[in-house]
């Protein structure tokens, strides 16, 4: 039974391009999470979908970021020219249902971005 | 004031001690809550789960007081491999999971 998969492990970005995080839950999982990890701090909550639904954007930029968990694929957190401050670990995080006590999120190995 | 505080650390134990550590939470409705391990540029682990009774998994135990709203683990006969950073997690509501920012253990022999 496969884990959650992130892909690309790794992507570096010039500064004003747009960067893709793709993430595919584990089997039977229909939440998805994703948060950011900037050096040497910890993990910030952006966003939790559903398929084809946003439950919770609370922790997202206003600007150029997006998410999206279609009903058929990976989930897709989207960064629109890309500033170096968005250098950061980018972790997606499933669960059979709302993450609760007996549900806790299984994280990816994430995506580090790098902005040049 | 923070949604998950902790002690930062570094905390540095000799093998064999034994460690705590600490987390406070803000939010009085907050339902669930967890610890993480999350090793160097690794992705975070779930350790425990933690509940209102306390609970024991070998040489960890967890424990939650929501009257002072305050977590802790409890590592007994410390390991070399139990260095990590120890992440608190609180489920606020719907799935949402804030994390504290860690506090580090480094064992040494």
């Known amino acids: 039974n496969a884990g959650v998969m992130q892909n690309p492990r790794h992507l570096v970005r010039r500064r004003g391009q747009e960067a893709r995080l793709r993430c595919s839950p584990m089997?039977?999982?229909?939440?998805v999470y994703w948060y950011r990890q900037l050096p040497e701090e910890g993990l910030k909550f952006m966003v939790y979908?559903?398929?084809?639904?946003?439950?919770?954007e609370s922790g997202m930029p206003k600007e150029r970021f997006s998410a999206e968990f279609p009903k058929e694929g990976p989930s897709i957190l989207r960064i629109q020219q890309v500033v170096r401050g968005d250098s950061a670990a980018y972790f997606c995080a499933s669960s059979p249902d709302q993450g609760g006590l007996d549900s806790p999120l299984h994280f990816g190995n994430g995506t580090r971005l790098t902005v040049t | 004031r923070k949604e998950v505080e902790q002690d930062p650390g570094p905390f540095n134990v000799p093998e064999g001690a034994t460690v705590a550590f600490n987390c406070t939470y803000s939010?009085?409705?907050?339902?669930?809550f967890f610890w993480y391990r999350q090793d160097c540029r690794k992705e975070p682990k779930l350790l425990m789960s933690?509940?209102?009774s306390g609970n024991e998994d070998g040489r960890f135990t967890a424990q939650l007081n929501r009257a002072s709203q305050y977590i802790s683990l409890l590592i007994r006969d410390s390991k070399l491999s139990d260095s990590a950073t120890y992440l608190c997690?609180?489920?606020?509501?719907?799935?949402?999971?804030?994390f504290g920012t860690g506090t580090r253990l480094q064992v040494f022999p």
């Open positions: 997690v609180v489920n606020m509501r719907r799935g949402k999971l804030i």
């Open positions: 979908l559903q398929k084809e639904n946003i439950i919770d």
């Open positions: 089997k039977g999982h229909s939440h």
């Open positions: 939010n009085s409705a907050s339902q669930s």
């Open positions: 933690v509940y209102s």
